[in-house]
């Protein structure tokens, strides 16, 4: 008997690293501004949504715009993006995803995404991932961006799980937040002293087995 009937998943730094995509894209915009957006800044982009991630942007180049320039902006290092993801194959799920991912199938756990991106379901066509989730929630259906339970609570939602019957696997601080709000337990992927607020947190899905997890959690 395990406790948990739902996994819901983040996208970029849990199941693949898009964030290297996200900071070319990024990168380039603030070249074109006149500025060096730097590896560093990138890092506080994590989990955050591409308006807010602009915002952080032009704060770093000291630069302000109009609100239609800033869409204007956002477009332009979207398509930018997209054009990377799009060469994206099933090589970049992150190493140990899909095993685990297929443990909990076979254990009738629920899986579910839920992501901050407006490009996860292209994202989950290119590395043949689609059919692994019984629910995607991505930036599209959600009002309120991470550190708000919304995207988690909504996954649950759909499938009728009650929250506390939930686990959230994410890499950003605001996404852990997010899923302690939502009343759902949370294993941070990644550093432990960025991810504090996480139940437990875990280096990547490597040397993680459903097993493993449960006997943590117990
Ligand atoms: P998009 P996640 C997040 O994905 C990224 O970590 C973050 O860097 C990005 O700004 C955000 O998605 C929005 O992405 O521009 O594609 O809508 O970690 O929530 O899966
Ligand atoms: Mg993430």
Redesign the pocket.
């Known amino acids: 008997m395990t406790m948990f009937e739902m996994a819901i998943f ?6 693949v690293d ?2 290297k995509y ?1 900071y070319l894209a990024w990168h380039r915009l603030g070249k074109e501004l006149g500025f060096n957006f730097t590896k560093e800044d990138n890092e506080r ?6 308006m ?2 602009l915002d952080i942007l032009l704060e770093v180049g000291g630069i302000e715009k109009t609100a239609e320039e800033k869409e204007a902006l ?1 477009t332009k ?2 398509q930018w ?1 997209v054009d990377y993801i799009m060469e994206m194959d099933e090589s970049e799920i992150l190493p140990g995803v899909l095993s685990f991912i297929n443990e909990l199938h076979q254990a009738k756990i629920r899986t579910a ?8 379901r292209t ?1 989950l066509e290119r590395v043949g991932l689609t059919n692994h989730f019984d629910v995607i929630v ?2 599209n259906l959600v009002s309120k961006a ?1 550190p708000d339970p919304e ?1 988690f609570l909504l996954a649950a939602q759909k499938l009728q799980i009650p929250p506390d019957k939930c686990i959230v696997f ?3 601080q605001a ?1 852990i937040e997010a899923g302690n709000k939502a009343g759902m337990l949370t294993i941070g992927i990644g550093d432990p002293q960025l991810l504090k607020d996480a139940n437990l947190v875990f280096s990547g899905f490597e040397e993680l087995t459903l097993l493993h997890l449960i006997m943590c959690l117990a």
């Open positions: 983040d996208l970029d730094g849990v199941i898009t964030a996200h982009l994590k989990g955050v949504s591409r807010r991630s956002a290092k979207n993006y995404l839920g992501s901050a991106s407006k490009n996860a994202i991505d930036g991470k995207v994410e890499d950003a996404g």
